[in-house]
């Protein structure tokens, strides 16, 4: 049964920094492209970072390219966002997802919660 798990999110002043995490199972983690998203209130979910099953390439949104950097480690089955200089628009859920998604279908963890905020 493939899981996911996100942790790491809370309450950060602007300009501050955070680490999530995303635990997988249920799957051969190594061998999945895995993304990140984020679901701000009200607003649609957006594709924030990609790594791929090494971890040698990534790709960023253009409102997160230079601040966020998306990282794994395929002997712990996670991947990691580390964020900085985060901006109050960057408040929203983040979840974490394998791509291609059909391993997973429409399940999505239950993400964490990040807020920036003074």
């Known amino acids: 049964q493939v899981q996911l798990v996100e942790s790491g999110g809370g309450l950060v002043q602007p300009g501050g920094s955070l680490k999530l995490s995303c635990a997988a199972s249920g799957f051969t983690f190594s061998i999945y492209t895995i993304d990140w998203f984020r679901q701000a209130p009200g607003k649609e979910r957006e594709w924030v970072a990609r790594?791929?099953?090494?971890?040698?390439?990534?790709s960023y949104a253009d409102s997160v390219e230079g601040r966020f950097t998306i990282s794994r480690d395929n002997v712990k089955n996670a991947v990691y966002l580390q964020m900085k200089n985060l901006k109050p628009e960057d408040t929203a859920v983040y979840y974490c997802k394998p791509f291609p998604s059909t391993i997973v279908g429409d399940y999505w963890g239950q993400g964490t919660q990040v807020t920036v905020s003074s």
């Open positions: 790594i791929s099953p090494l971890g040698d390439r990534t």
